[in-house]
T-cell receptor, first 115, second 112 residues
C-alpha cells in the first residue's frame, strides 16, 4: 500500500532529552514537510524539504532539526532546546516541491508528551 | 504575514442538515485545499481546487474557489454522524514554494 507512515503513534520522553520522530513515504514524492499541531490551533510548519539533501526552516524551526538523506525519509529531532515540545506532530509529502500548485498528503501523526 | 480566517469555529449539526463553512485570506491564493481530521489522526484530503471559480464535488461535499481568489467555501449536504470532526482549509500562494497556510479549523459536532 502507498502512503505515509509515522512512528511511533505515541511517544513519551523526559524533559531535557532529544527525541527523533520517524516519517517515511513510498509515494515517490519529492517534497516532505513537518507540522506541529496544538489544541485549537491550525497546523504550523516546522521544516520542509523539496529535494534530497536540502531542507528549509518553516515558521517555528527553533528547537528542531531534520535531515533528508533519502527521498522516502524525513526524520524530525525535537531537541532539548525546544521550550514546549508536547504536541501532535504531523508529517506530509507532496509530489512536486519547487513552486507551482501542489497538494500535500498527511501521515497519521505522532503525539509527543514530554514529562 | 498571510492569514487565513476560517469560520465558524464550531458548529452543531443534526443528522440530515446541510452544513456550510468558509475561509477567507488576506492575499490571493492559487490553490485551496479542504481537509478533514478525526481525533488523533492526520488530516485527510477532501477536495483540491486550482482555478478561480472552480466548483468541485466529492460525494456529499462541494467546495468552491472564490472568484476573487481570496476565499473558498465547503458545503456538506445531508450530514451523517460520521461527518463529525475538524475541517481545515489550506491555501497556497504563488511563490510559496509549495507551502500551505492553514485555517484554525471548524469543529463539527452532533447536536445532543
Amino acid at each position: 500500500d502507498g502512503g505515509i507512515t509515522q512512528s511511533p503513534k505515541y511517544l513519551f520522553r523526559k524533559e531535557g532529552q532529544n527525541v527523533t520522530l520517524s516519517c517515511e513515504q513510498n509515494l515517490n514524492h519529492d517534497a516532505m514537510y513537518w507540522y506541529r499541531q496544538d489544541p485549537g490551533q491550525g497546523l504550523r510548519l516546522i521544516y520542509y524539504s523539496q529535494i534530497v539533501n536540502d531542507f528549509q526552516k518553516g515558521d517555528i524551526a527553533e528547537g528542531y532539526s531534520v535531515s533528508r538523506e533519502k527521498k522516502e525519509s524525513f526524520p524530525l529531532t525535537v531537541t532539548s532546546a525546544q521550550k514546549n515540545p508536547t504536541a501532535f506532530y504531523l508529517c506530509a509529502s507532496s509530489p512536486r516541491g519547487a513552486g507551482g500548485t501542489d497538494t500535500q498528503y498527511f501521515g497519521p501523526g505522532t503525539r509527543l508528551t514530554v514529562l | 504575514g498571510q492569514q487565513l480566517n476560517q469560520s465558524p469555529q464550531s458548529m452543531f449539526i443534526q443528522e440530515g442538515e446541510d452544513v456550510s463553512m468558509n475561509c477567507t485570506s488576506s492575499s490571493i491564493f492559487n490553490t485551496w485545499l479542504w481537509y478533514k481530521q478525526d481525533p488523533g489522526e492526520g488530516p485527510v484530503l477532501l477536495i483540491a481546487l486550482y482555478k478561480a471559480g472552480e466548483l468541485t464535488s466529492n460525494g456529499r461535499l462541494t467546495a468552491q474557489f472564490g472568484i476573487t481568489r481570496k476565499d473558498s467555501f465547503l458545503n456538506i449536504s445531508a450530514s451523517i454522524p460520521s461527518d463529525v470532526g475538524i475541517y481545515f482549509c489550506a491555501g497556497q500562494s504563488l511563490g510559496s514554494q509549495g507551502n500551505l497556510i492553514f485555517g484554525k479549523g471548524t469543529k463539527l459536532s452532533v447536536k445532543p
